[in-house]
């Protein structure tokens, strides 16, 4: 496998321009020709739940009170400081019949006046794209037609009409993230530079480095994207993780790579002949450490939950792409900048210093028992912690950027139609018969939801504007006036004009045909949004039942954020119970292959376990019992789990085939403080890179995101940067060393090694020494023998 890469080096050297110049095409290509991820990526975490979540059911039970595979948009024209006039109103009628002409939109409904006359609010019915990317650019481009209209609508001096609800919301925020997404990457690329000029004491080497990640990311968002348009499933998540996993990972395999063209060119090497070796022997290490990410990526695939499942592939892709840039584009740019890529560090033979930390735990695990003992110790406490591990909620609604459209059409809401903007839950009821022929029942089992002491307040069609209306009230209504949908303003002037405007309201509660009906309720567990609200739901679900009965329904649903919540938390409870045995399974297969051990994978695999654990333990610690939150967000064990098994591996990987290397010629203890010493400053570096990207995203993240968004951003990105500082600078650099001195010799069974003993010096090979022969053959006689001349894999 060396003598592979060693080819794919030697082609990288040689046709250097052509590769990069390839990779500059294929990038400009890709900008130019294919659309954005952000712009076909949904911030709806609702539309990610399969059609078997009681949520779901809920939701498509509730459609006929929207129509069926319509998407609704809210429109609220209102005045400031007084009820709205008759030119108003014909100024609404005249906005309705313009929005009614837009393209794809099958009608608008007047969804009734508020109850303090100065607000009217509007329906505008679509038929677009349900879900995936095609979706979401439908309805952005819908929600910019609207506005269009409404700007241009010349509505009476202090009238104003907004986009409100959760689409215009979403397209808001989505708009919103795209800004963000370029914000982290900037962010973690100005980050990354300057931590690796520090690490390589070099002006040019940190660019050289982040190239390659930076046009994957840029190449991989694109494909990604223009997959998304032709039906893959995308994860809302996805664009944020692309950013920091490439520049994260893309960074480790430069720093692995480049660390070891430095370490041969200080060994005697010239620089070229130094990269190829580098790529003949790192490039098994990258090549693994890729792969097994992808395995990990991959395993999200058979997830229920597709807020998993939609970030397989796209990070997958961009896996791919950054093994390829690895080994072609990066040593591609090696080879042209030469030894001035490392100026003014020395690259000379001889020159240059080791860093601290490796030569530290090289003595450290002198003393592997007492390592070893001390390190269960400590992290064993930290995972005992992970016990207070209290999920918390992340549902479906999102808020809308300070100061965009949606967000003051979601205050005009929330002023003149509190009962429809305070982010109610919904009780959803399938009637036997039309409402108003079933009012008795109807209104009998409206009361029974309002006395019951789960809920603070409850709407429905018998109040629906603050003004409430008997049963004999509403059947009588519908007799002289028919369904509450089909109603104008004009048609109520026989009846009060109170009980007139609460009649058609109720068409917000009832559908056409009047046999689903739905009751908006504030929970008395609070915030839809919080801990208490999911944990209620069960309880909201069995009222409802109850209700159905009173109201002889034939069917009942519950749906709305903290019903959202439970349904997510418990699928995604299940998923990580499915997904990570068979990562865990996928990854062993790999290590095996890689270290040629049954035994190593073994405690290698078990002490990712522990650092997960450990770091999940640290983060209640910070979070739930230092900062008082209710609970951690439920995404976070998924991510946690996922990349340090994944990630955690790259280190195992680097550090164990270098100690594997070293053991071919030096006792096993010596061959583990040689390899920390090569390979500590290697380690850290990436370890610091990493932690830092994740640490950007909760800082860069979390101040642009959405307040609904802050906490979970804040909780992966602290979260995933702790847990893989520990995996860093403690369990890779120590206690994995540790292990493999007091396992000995038994580290490489069933392989060949493992009935070794450490070779003396080299009987003559047919291969030429240093200074002699073609370049290929001082390549193979370092592949073969080393710079020491001991006998290598």
Partial sequence: MSTSFAVAGRLAVRFRWAIVLAWVAGTVAAMTLLPSLSDVTQSDNTSFLPASAPSEQAAQLASPLQGASLTAVTVVAARSGGALTGADQAAITRLSAGLARTARVNGVRDAGLSADGQAEQLTVLATLAQSGGLATSQQASLVASLRDIMRTAALPAGLAAHTAGPVATRVDTNATSSKTGGQVQWFVIIFVIALLMAVFRSALAPLIAVLPALVVVLVAERLTAEAAVHGLGVSQIASLLLIVLVLGAGTDYALFLMFRVREEMRAGLACREAIVLSVARVGETITF????????????????????????????????????????????????????????????????????????????????????????????????????????????????????????????????????????????????????????????????????????????????????????????????????????????????????????????????????????????????????????????????????????????????????????????????????????????????????????????????????????????????????????????????????????????????????????????????????????????????????????????????????????IVDVGVGLALGILMDTFLVRTLLVPAAAVLIGRWNWWPSRLCRMRPAAVPVAAAVAPPGRGTPLQRISYYLRWGPGGSRRI
């Avoid at 022929?437 to 089992?445: F, G, I, K």
């Avoid at 959202?564 to 399974?585: G, K, N």
């Avoid at 073994?602 to 450990?614: K, T």
């Fill in 289 to 712: 450490s890729a792969g097994i990410l992808i395995a990990a990526l991959l395993s999200l695939a058979t997830a229920s939950f597709s807020l998993y499942s939609g970030l397989a592939a796209p990070l997958a892709i961009a896996i791919g792409l950054m093994l390829i840039a690895g080994l072609t584009l990066l040593p591609a740019l090696l080879a042209i900048f030469g030894p001035v890529a490392f100026w003014p560090s020395s690259v000379r033979p001889g020159g240059g210093r080791a860093g601290w930390w490796g030569p530290a735990c090289a003595r450290i695990v002198r003393r592997p028992t007492a390592t070893l003992i001390a390190g269960l110790v400590v992290f064993g406490a930290l995972a005992l912690a992970s016990l207070g591990y209290l999920a918390s909620g992340f549902g479906g609604a999102v808020t809308a950027p300070g100061g965009s459209d949606s967000a003051l059409g979601n205050a005009l809401l929330t002023e003149h139609f509190p009962q429809s903007a305070a982010n109610p839950t919904i009780i959803v009821l399938r009637l036997r018969q039309p409402v108003w022929a079933a009012a008795a029942d109807v209104s009998t089992a409206e009361r029974q939801l309002a006395a019951d002491p789960q809920f603070t307040a409850v709407s429905g069609p018998f109040d629906a504007n603050g003004t409430a209306l008997t049963a004999a009230q509403y059947a009588a209504l519908h007799a002289s006036y028919g369904p509450p949908r089909t109603l104008s303003a004009a048609a109520g002037a026989q009846v009060p004009r109170a009980q007139f405007a609460a009649y058609q309201a109720s068409g917000s509660y009832v559908s056409a045909d009047g046999y689903t009906i739905s009751f908006a309720t504030s929970l008395a567990a609070g915030n839809p949004a919080g801990t208490a609200a999911e944990e209620a739901v069960p309880a909201i679900r069995a009222d409802a039942a109850r209700a159905a009965r009173l109201a002889r329904a034939s069917a009942s649903g519950v749906t709305g954020q903290a019903a959202f919540t439970y349904d997510v938390a418990q699928l995604s409870d299940s998923d990580l119970r499915t997904v990570i045995p068979i990562a865990i399974a996928v990854i062993a297969v790999l290590l095996a292959l890689v270290m040629r051990s049954l035994v190593a994978p073994l405690y290698l695999i078990a002490s990712v376990v522990l650092s997960y654990f450990s770091a999940l333990g640290l983060t209640v610690l910070v979070f739930v019992r230092g900062a008082g939150q209710p609970g951690l967000t439920f995404i976070l064990p998924f991510l946690l789990f996922m990349f340090l098994l994944a990630l955690g591996e790259d280190y195992n990987i680097l550090v164990m085939t270098r100690i594997r290397e070293e053991a071919h010629r030096l006792p096993l203890p010596e061959a583990v403080s040689r390899a920390l010493n090569v390979t500590g400053t290697t380690v850290t570096s990436a370890g610091l890179v990493l932690a830092g990207t994740f640490g950007v995203l909760a800082v860069v993240g979390s101040g642009s995101a959405g307040q609904q968004n802050v906490r979970t």
